[in-house]
């Protein structure tokens, strides 16, 4: 099948996988190989390895092209490339690959690729981090990843691809690059402009690719990465389906949406650089890049680690050579006079400009209030309610640790908590004990019940048992620890939320069951967590009231 689109990165667009006839010899070959199960990061660098998207790659890089990366972008035939693509891997799979010649790869169970190994060396990481990120502060998800997160050697060698790692969900938008390239001529565009982002799109975003489609007569290849982004970041499913929300908005056939299964490294003006690379292997003519693209945020000293337009001005020195163009973009800033969204460097004075910033998203969702029509279109705004529902909707486990009573107690609890409306289920002693093994299992089960909205009361063993691991239950929902009086007690916040949002429960010791519950129940309402309260004082400020330049990017 004739190529089709602009050429390639290096003129030829990779495809490492093998046919029937040597994937059985393969198979027979592989029975004497040792076996690796890859990483996440490493089935992301696998896939575009194999389809194309990191053309001229045609494997992990060896030490030459490593060294020759890190130090001048390029590889050591002369090609520009920013970032390093590297298999890590411990000691004793390498000892194993170096006597049998060669590594199974393999992506959640399943055989995907054989690499011939050839080269393995120790890389000096704190050198790599400091060439590739301009830092070796382990706060840069990226520094930390290669310091701390990595695997002692550095392997390659001739990389045969079997199959490409399965994906189960959006599976329609999932498309190699042979495949963007032919959906993109069945529509008959002769310029696409690229899109990447990895945060859910609002009406800045929008208003954003809108323009840059127009200026350039093009259609739209939003490509939006699901593979590895910063610790954080929205969950990929909920931000397809804020994508996909978002289709309808758009002048009906301008826009294809295609995922990206992408491990970013968060590394800036390089990362921007490589982003226009892999978006020119999918046919894309123009790329779209915004302020501090692949920025990571502030450093320990609270500074940005790169600075805000340095990722346009690299790719800009490197635009002919890269032989995409490049379509740099201010920031987006709603003006309130206007009615619309505008460059901020085109913000007269005495303008005012409404933001939201991303804590007082998480805030708005956490207490149900709505995010404005002109921050996020009703369709958006209805998917991140879904996947952030109000705290009166979120999980609660409640650990009654008190004597000489628990059982009354919880039973009390729960029964103050069904009265506000919420579902409980109570654990007592009489499902302890648990044989050790089961017990990661109660563990996980309790954690749905709280992931989806429910609440658990437990006591007596149950509760002292499960107190270990509130850490793990704490990331499904809220968890309180409720004790007597001098003993520890406390309440453990969910991940998302934005602050300590109740005090520590800490009983006296005349108090009664009824007593106990009231408290439990205040505690629960103070924060949020029932479905009668609070209500935000009248007089605290709206942010997006307040005067000031927005800051509604892309990264």
């Known amino acids: 099948m004739p190529l089709v689109g602009p050429p390639p990165h290096g003129g030829v667009l990779v495809d490492l996988l093998v046919g029937d006839d040597r994937a059985a010899e393969l198979a027979v070959a592989a029975r004497r190989l040792p076996r690796w199960e890859l990483t996440r990061r490493q089935r992301c660098d696998l896939e575009l390895l194999a389809t194309g998207g990191f053309s001229p790659l045609r494997t992990f890089l060896d030490q030459v092209d490593y060294e020759s990366v890190c130090a001048s972008m390029r590889l050591s035939t002369g090609e520009l490339w920013p970032i390093p693509v590297t298999l890590d891997l411990p000691d004793e799979?390498?000892?194993?690959?170096?006597?049998?010649?060669?590594?199974?790869?393999?992506?959640?169970g399943a055989d995907v690729a054989v690499l011939w190994l050839r080269t393995a060396w120790r890389p000096d990481r704190r050198a790599e981090a400091a060439a590739v990120f301009g830092t070796t502060d382990p706060t840069h998800p990226g520094v930390n990843a290669v310091l701390h997160e990595s695997h002692p050697w550095y392997v390659s060698g001739p990389l045969e691809v079997l199959e490409l790692p399965a994906h189960h969900a959006f599976r329609s938008m999932r498309h190699t690059p042979a495949e963007v390239r032919a959906l993109l001529a069945e529509r008959g565009w002769e310029r696409v402009v690229a899109f990447q982002t990895r945060n859910p799109m609002h009406r800045a975003h929008q208003e954003l690719t809108i323009r840059a489609t127009r200026s350039l007569d093009a259609g739209l290849l939003l490509h939006p990465v699901v593979g590895v982004t910063k610790p954080g970041d929205v969950d990929p499913h909920v931000r397809v389906r804020c994508y996909r929300a978002l289709l309808p908005t758009y002048p009906p056939g301008?826009?294809?949406?295609?995922?990206?299964?992408?491990?970013?490294?968060?590394?800036?003006?390089?990362?921007?650089?490589?982003?226009?690379?892999?978006?020119?292997?999918?046919?894309?003519?123009?790329?779209i890049i915004g302020r501090d693209h692949a920025g990571p945020g502030r450093d320990r000293q609270g500074r940005p680690f790169y600075e805000p337009y340095a990722a346009q001005d690299l790719v800009r020195q490197h635009e002919r050579e890269l032989g995409i163009g490049v379509v740099p973009f201010a920031q987006m800033v709603y003006v309130q006079e206007l009615q619309k969204y505008v460059p901020e460097d085109e913000v007269s004075p005495g303008w005012h400009c409404l933001r939201i910033s991303g804590t007082e998203q998480r805030r708005r969702l956490a207490h149900g209030e709505d995010l404005p029509g002109w921050f996020t279109p009703p369709e958006v705004a209805a998917e991140l309610r879904r996947a952030f529902p109000a705290r009166s909707e979120q999980g609660v486990g409640v650990l009654v640790r008190v004597v000489p009573?628990?059982?009354?107690?919880?039973?009390?609890v729960a029964a103050r908590l069904r009265e506000a409306g919420r579902t409980v289920t109570v654990l007592d002693g009489s499902i302890w004990p648990v044989a050790a093994g089961v017990f990661p299992l109660v563990v996980h089960l309790i954690g749905e019940v709280m992931r989806n909205g429910g609440t658990v009361v437990c006591s007596g063993k149950a509760a002292d048992r499960l107190a270990d691991a509130g850490s793990r239950l704490a990331r499904c929902g809220l968890l309180l620890q409720v004790c007597d009086t001098g003993e520890e007690a406390?309440?453990?916040?969910?991940?998302?939320?934005?602050?300590?949002?109740?005090?520590?429960?800490?009983?006296?010791?005349d108090a009664t069951p009824d007593a106990v519950g009231e408290i439990v129940w205040r505690r629960l309402r103070a924060?949020?967590?029932?479905?009668?309260?609070?209500?935000?004082?009248?007089?605290?400020?709206?942010?997006?009231?307040?005067?000031?330049?927005g800051a509604a990017t892309s990264r």
Do not use: C
């Not at 799979?93 to 959640?108: D, M, Y």
């Not at 020119?280 to 123009?286: E, I, L, Q, S």
């Not at 009573?405 to 009390?412: I, K, L, R, S, T």
């Open 405 to 412: 009573d628990p059982h009354g107690v919880a039973a009390a």
């Open 254 to 287: 301008s826009v294809l949406l295609s995922v990206l299964p992408l491990a970013m490294r968060m590394a800036g003006p390089r990362e921007a650089l490589w982003h226009a690379i892999v978006r020119k292997n999918h046919g894309a003519t123009d790329f």
């Open 527 to 549: 924060s949020g967590y029932l479905a009668d309260g609070p209500v935000r004082p009248a007089t605290e400020q709206p942010l997006d009231d307040a005067v000031g330049v």
């Open 490 to 509: 406390g309440v453990f916040d969910a991940p998302s939320d934005t602050g300590k949002a109740a005090t520590p429960v800490v009983i006296p010791d």
């Open 93 to 108: 799979v390498v000892a194993e690959a170096s006597s049998a010649g060669g590594v199974i790869l393999r992506a959640r």
